[in-house]
């Protein structure tokens, strides 16, 4: 290991773990050495000041246990690190601030296929054995070093042609089991390079010696669906799938080339990734494909959301289990639906430029390490405005707005008031530019954007004819929300009191994906109407608030949910009612 001095050091400290590892010696500039509490301790020959570079050997073994970091077996070897195993095979300092070249040499049967890291400088056969040397050219964090060998492995070949010199190209290799689906593994295998050319006209040329992927093998331990290892992709066993390789295959920007500075920042891996998952079907399959993939990581956030922010800057200091730090809802789905969220703010031109100004500034970022702040800080500068106001609430903020909106319209001064107000209880009110749809009675319409920047907000309107109705946020782009449907509609001359509570049948029904729900109030109450799937589980709450005596009608965009019966329930004062709606994809 060579590393230089930023400070007066006698020693130095690396993670070790004691009951995966034993410390045999250390020479070079190692003179003696402690390891207890999974640290090891080096005591240097001599003193180094700030600035010296200094090298020290450590002789050490892997012992005979199952640590899920190291593994052997099913007639192969493996290494699975994130995010904190490297320090299981390794000595090391295991932070993913650290990023240090690699120079493995690995001695296997000669019927072994091995990868790692980087480039392969030799492979020589002598005998029954195979001498593999990889290198990388690039620095490496910890968790993303690697090495996969397997007795048997299959190996294709393909190369990908740069975009900086098309006469110029890299390696992609693929390592697979027998028994696999070749005809998934060949459909992958046409699709990584117009990928990487995608990706690169995105997020700048990409940055490493090589592209790898590697199937597990059955039975070997691999617990993920694949792990974005720099320069070599785990997957689990057969998985060539094209939304899980490009979600993967995206981490060489987002994750590898740039690496988190702290796990309170791995949200800038995950979330990155699965929003390139998108992009991807956008590219391939079109807008609508890119949005329903959006739409499904919005739903998956407003189901299983646990209550907590995206960004935990505890998380910097103390490591949180693999649980919480990759929950799927938050850290992946609601960090790609901040993006999507981010693109609508910004518009399409800025946000792709700020996001390519990002990834392709190598002062500070590209093939180093990048912390929230200076993520955001550095999206500001690119887009030439102040990004705080967003950023800071989607991402260190918990939860999401729960819109109660209301409009009235006066058909003589032809005038919309609207009143865009949340009601969320454990988060603050949230700063979202919202788009308002007008319709009219000659059958035209017109969008309008507004600022919304506090809980209860009146925005009113005069048009030059006579509006009938409005919708809010008519695209859904402000996808992590409830609520957003308007109520309270007065009709021409004023409000109606009913003297009786009513449910309407919803119109239309069947439904794809919005219908309007329609009631009445007899008198002020608090009024709520919720939303039931088939086993009886609320998963909309379309309205929750005191109303007054008065007709009112409300719409529910089930763009995000399955195909099936849901029922409606409407509650009044001592006034229950449920109906039945069908949503028809």
Not at 47 to 52: K, R
Not at 309 to 334: E, G, H, L, R, S
Not at 413 to 435: C, D, G, I, L
Not at 533 to 554: C, F, Q, R, W
Request: proline share 5%; glycine share 6%; with cysteine.
């Amino acid at each position: 290991m060579t590393f230089k001095a930023d400070s007066v050091l006698s020693a130095i400290q690396l993670n070790a773990v004691n009951t995966s590892l034993t410390i045999d010696s250390v020479t070079l500039a190692g003179k003696s050495f402690a390891h207890s509490g999974d640290i090891l301790t080096i005591t240097l020959a001599s003193t180094l000041q700030p600035g010296d570079t200094a090298s020290v050997r450590i002789y050490y073994r892997h012992n005979n246990v199952a640590d899920h970091a190291f593994y052997a077996s099913a007639g192969m070897a493996f290494t699975d690190c994130e995010p904190e195993g490297a320090r299981k095979w390794f000595p090391c300092w295991d932070r993913p601030s650290d990023k240090a070249t690699l120079d493995l040499t690995a001695k296997v049967p000669a019927t072994v296929k091995l990868g790692s890291n980087g480039r392969l400088a030799d492979s020589t056969k002598n005998a029954d054995t195979i001498y593999y040397r990889w290198i990388s050219r690039d620095p490496i964090a910890t968790y993303l070093m690697v090495m996969t060998g397997k007795v048997g492995y299959n190996l294709d070949k393909e190369y990908w042609r740069t975009l900086a010199n098309p006469n110029d190209s890299i390696p992609v290799l693929f390592y697979w089991n027998a028994g696999e689906s070749v005809a998934a593994l060949d459909d992958i295998e046409t699709k990584i390079l117009p990928m990487a050319t995608h990706y690169s006209a995105l997020f700048g040329e990409y940055p490493f010696e090589k592209i790898g992927l590697a199937t597990i093998a059955p039975g070997a331990g691999f617990i993920w669906g694949g792990m974005e290892n720099q320069t070599l992709i785990s997957l689990e066993p057969g998985a060539w799938d094209e939304d899980l390789v490009s979600h993967e295959f995206a981490h060489h920007w987002f994750g590898d080339m740039i690496s988190p500075g702290t796990w309170a920042d791995v949200w800038l891996n995950e979330a990155f990734a699965t929003y390139c998952e998108a992009l991807w079907d956008e590219y391939t399959s079109g807008a609508a494909s890119y949005k329903n993939t959006i739409l499904d990581d919005a739903n998956e956030y407003l189901v299983e959301n646990p209550g907590w922010a995206i960004y935990n800057q505890q998380w910097a200091v103390t490591t949180p289990d693999v649980n919480t730090m990759f929950n799927y809802a938050i850290t992946y789905c609601k960090g790609a639906c901040v993006l999507h969220m981010l693109r609508y703010v910004l518009g399409d031109s800025v946000f792709f430029a700020s996001i390519k100004a990002y990834a392709t500034d190598s002062a500070n970022f590209r093939l180093k390490n990048v912390v929230t702040d200076d993520f955001i800080q550095k999206m500001s500068d690119a887009s030439g405005q102040d990004l705080h106001w967003f950023l800071d609430e989607w991402l260190k903020e918990p939860n999401h707005p729960i819109y109660q909106n209301t409009y009235s319209i006066d058909s003589v001064a032809r005038k919309v008031m609207v009143n865009v107000n949340q009601m969320q209880e454990n988060a603050p009110a949230f700063t979202m530019p919202v788009e308002l749809k007008f319709s009219f009675s000659d059958g035209s319409d017109s969008t309008i954007r507004v600022m919304n920047t506090a809980y209860n907000q009146q925005f009113t309107f005069t048009f030059a004819k006579s509006p009938t109705a409005v919708l809010f946020d008519p695209n859904n782009n402000i996808v992590l929300k409830q609520g957003g449907a308007f109520t309270s509609v007065r009709p021409q001359g004023g409000n109606v009191h009913p003297l009786v509570y009513q449910l309407d049948q919803n119109y239309p029904n069947p439904f794809n994906p919005a219908t309007r729900i329609n009631f009445a109030v007899a008198k002020t109450t608090l009024v709520t109407l919720k939303i039931y799937d088939i086993l009886g589980k609320e998963i909309a709450v379309l309205t929750n608030a005191t109303m007054n005596p008065g007709e009112y009608s409300i719409s529910w965009d089930a763009a995000s949910m399955p195909s099936g019966v849901y029922f409606y329930r409407l509650q009044a004062g001592e006034f229950v009612q449920t109906k039945k709606l069908i949503l028809l994809k």
